[in-house]
């Protein structure tokens, strides 16, 4: 009826479903087996008593009687007891877990970096702190406790905001007058250093030492701009259309959004040589993409891991001759963007790679030596066809686009992206006006 997990640092977690059909996890922070074993009992103890519509004997009432608060309260975040209004306050660690088991529309992942952020709020406030007693003060020094541990900057933006998202659901509960983290934030520092961009060369030099397996998977990172593990692990052959040239990625990171489980990207000459090759390698009946057990290692129930594959991909960029770089697989998904974004319009990138241009703009477009190159050797003229190729709609299938109107849109793209809209011309003479307005004029005979 209900089991034992064990986590790091000895954490152990009590997890059963409950009354209500929905799963449940009760967190015993640092204890031992055997006391986790009695608590087990008396849960599922108290489980029976409910389903059944019992009261509780006087053994478990006694139990329940000799608590600490704190072990209470984590007991009436779970649904075993009834909730206890005579302390009449909010305890941090109790609430804090019983957020993030509530949160139903999240991914799993997403919960693993939640729980990095109530672990520092529970080591700095401690678990059995009314929340209604933190101050902004405290709420400053929690931020400067995340600053003196060493985290990056942007860790300690998104570790302040999921405060203030934790704190925000307090107040909407009336559990606190306010949020003590409302006006607590700090800079993302985007750090230039972690931005890689992968030339062709060196990731030509990289898929000479691959067998079939790795070169796939760097390809599709690569060429196809997909996120690694999940999109290139969920991609299957039935999902790529030979003839249309067309490939549908499934999205594990975004099928919770809506319209956001899958899209649809070209498939591009460079991956059409390679998954061409797969294929032919492939063994009848074969699934996915990228065979052998990397999914099955990858896809687990607290979200996709990267299953040693960094550890594989080192090795490979260090077999080629070059230094591994840091974020290996975002680099590849950031150079693919990079490239495309060159010629196409950025909405028709991110709806390829499946991000926005907003973040893409902020996380993945990089300069490179190559823009310095074609402004050096082309100069003004040379940018001004980069704009008008990047504005540029490709041609309906059909041919009912006319040339001349693919002409007029790059224009007012390239304008719309200036400053200002360009000035009208000089007054014209009458008859001037006259023929450019109304068209040709044909001269008769005199």
Same mark, same amino acid.
């Given at each position: 009826?209900?089991?034992?997990?064990?986590?790091?640092?000895?954490?152990?977690?009590?997890?059963?479903?409950?009354?209500?059909?929905?799963?449940?996890?009760?967190?015993?922070? $640092?204890?031992?087996?055997?006391?986790? +074993?009695?608590?087990?009992?008396?849960?599922?103890?108290?489980?029976? &008593?409910?389903? &059944?519509?019992?009261? @509780?004997?006087?053994?478990?009432?006694?139990?329940?009687?000799? *608590?600490?608060? /704190?072990?209470?309260?984590?007991?009436?975040?779970?649904? @075993?007891?009834?909730?206890?209004?005579?302390?009449?306050?909010?305890?941090?660690?109790?609430? *804090?877990?019983?957020?993030?088991?509530?949160?139903?529309?999240?991914?799993?992942?997403?919960? +693993?970096?939640?729980?990095?952020?109530?672990? !520092?709020?529970?080591?700095?406030?401690?678990?059995?702190?009314?929340?209604?007693?933190?101050?902004?003060?405290?709420?400053?020094?929690?931020?400067?406790?995340?600053?003196?541990?060493?985290?990056?900057?942007?860790?300690?933006?998104?570790?302040?905001?999921?405060?203030?998202?934790?704190?925000?659901?307090?107040? $909407?509960?009336?559990?606190?007058?306010? !949020?003590?983290?409302?006006?607590?934030?700090?800079? %993302?520092?985007?750090?230039?250093?972690?931005?890689?961009?992968?030339?062709?060369?060196?990731?030509?030099?990289?898929?000479?030492?691959?067998?079939?397996?790795?070169?796939?998977?760097?390809?599709?990172?690569?060429?196809?701009?997909?996120?690694?593990?999940?999109?290139?692990?969920? /991609?299957?052959?039935?999902?790529?259309?030979?003839?249309?040239?067309?490939?549908?990625?499934?999205?594990?990171?975004?099928?919770?959004?809506?319209?956001? &489980?899958?899209?649809?990207?070209?498939?591009?000459?460079? *991956?059409?040589?390679?998954?061409?090759? %797969?294929?032919?390698?492939?063994?009848?009946?074969?699934?996915?993409?990228?065979?052998?057990?990397?999914?099955?290692?990858?896809?687990?129930?607290?979200?996709?891991?990267?299953?040693?594959?960094?550890?594989?991909?080192?090795?490979?960029?260090?077999?080629?001759?070059?230094?591994?770089? =840091?974020? @290996?697989?975002?680099?590849?998904?950031?150079?693919?963007?990079?490239? =495309?974004?060159?010629?196409?319009?950025?909405?028709?990138?991110?709806?390829?790679?499946?991000?926005?241009?907003?973040?893409? *703009? $902020?996380?993945?477009?990089?300069?490179?030596?190559?823009?310095?190159?074609?402004?050096?050797?082309?100069?003004?003229?040379?940018?001004?066809?980069?704009?008008?190729?990047?504005?540029?709609?490709?041609? &309906?299938?059909?041919?009912?686009?006319?040339?001349?109107?693919?002409?007029?849109?790059?224009?007012?793209?390239?304008?719309?992206?200036?400053?200002?809209?360009?000035?009208?011309?000089?007054?014209?003479?009458?008859?001037?006006?006259?023929?450019?307005?109304?068209?040709?004029?044909?001269?008769?005979?005199?």
């Amino acid at each position: 009826m209900a089991s034992i997990t064990r986590q790091g640092n000895g954490r152990r977690t009590i997890q059963f479903v409950g009354t209500d059909g929905r799963r449940r996890s009760l967190r015993l922070g $640092k204890t031992s087996q055997r006391d986790a +074993e009695r608590i087990k009992t008396k849960v599922e103890a108290i489980l029976s &008593a409910r389903l &059944a519509g019992q009261p @509780l004997d006087a053994e478990i009432s006694a139990w329940l009687g000799k *608590l600490d608060p /704190l072990m209470l309260d984590r007991l009436t975040m779970v649904g @075993l007891i009834a909730t206890t209004t005579s302390r009449g306050k909010a305890t941090l660690g109790p609430f *804090l877990i019983e957020y993030v088991d509530r949160r139903i529309d999240v991914k799993p992942a997403t919960k +693993e970096v939640w729980s990095q952020v109530t672990r !520092n709020l529970c080591e700095h406030f401690g678990e059995s702190r009314d929340m209604a007693t933190i101050t902004e003060g405290d709420a400053e020094d929690f931020k400067l406790f995340l600053i003196g541990s060493g985290l990056a900057p942007t860790t300690v933006h998104k570790r302040l905001q999921f405060a203030r998202m934790f704190f925000r659901a307090a107040t $909407k509960r009336k559990l606190i007058a306010a !949020n003590p983290f409302a006006d607590v934030t700090a800079k %993302a520092v985007l750090r230039q250093e972690r931005q890689r961009f992968v030339t062709r060369e060196e990731i030509d030099r990289v898929l000479a030492v691959c067998d079939p397996i790795w070169r796939t998977i760097i390809a599709l990172c690569r060429f196809g701009g997909l996120r690694c593990p999940s999109e290139v692990l969920s /991609l299957r052959w039935q999902d790529i259309d030979w003839d249309a040239g067309r490939i549908t990625i499934t999205s594990p990171k975004t099928e919770h959004h809506p319209g956001k &489980a899958s899209r649809i990207m070209p498939l591009f000459p460079e *991956l059409r040589s390679v998954l061409a090759e %797969a294929f032919e390698l492939a063994v009848d009946g074969a699934g996915y993409v990228v065979s052998g057990n990397y999914r099955q290692t990858a896809n687990t129930i607290r979200g996709w891991r990267n299953c040693n594959l960094r550890t594989q991909f080192e090795r490979l960029v260090k077999r080629a001759g070059l230094t591994p770089w =840091l974020r @290996l697989f975002h680099a590849l998904r950031a150079s693919r963007e990079t490239e =495309l974004a060159r010629e196409y319009p950025i909405h028709v990138v991110t709806a390829w790679l499946g991000n926005t241009p907003r973040i893409a *703009l $902020k996380h993945y477009l990089q300069v490179t030596d190559a823009d310095f190159e074609q402004a050096n050797s082309g100069g003004a003229e040379s940018g001004a066809r980069v704009v008008q190729n990047a504005v540029q709609q490709p041609a &309906a299938a059909n041919g009912d686009v006319s040339q001349k109107t693919t002409q007029a849109r790059a224009g007012a793209g390239a304008y719309a992206n200036s400053r200002e809209w360009p000035r009208r011309p000089a007054r014209m003479s009458s008859g001037e006006d006259r023929i450019r307005t109304c068209g040709p004029v044909t001269r008769s005979r005199v």
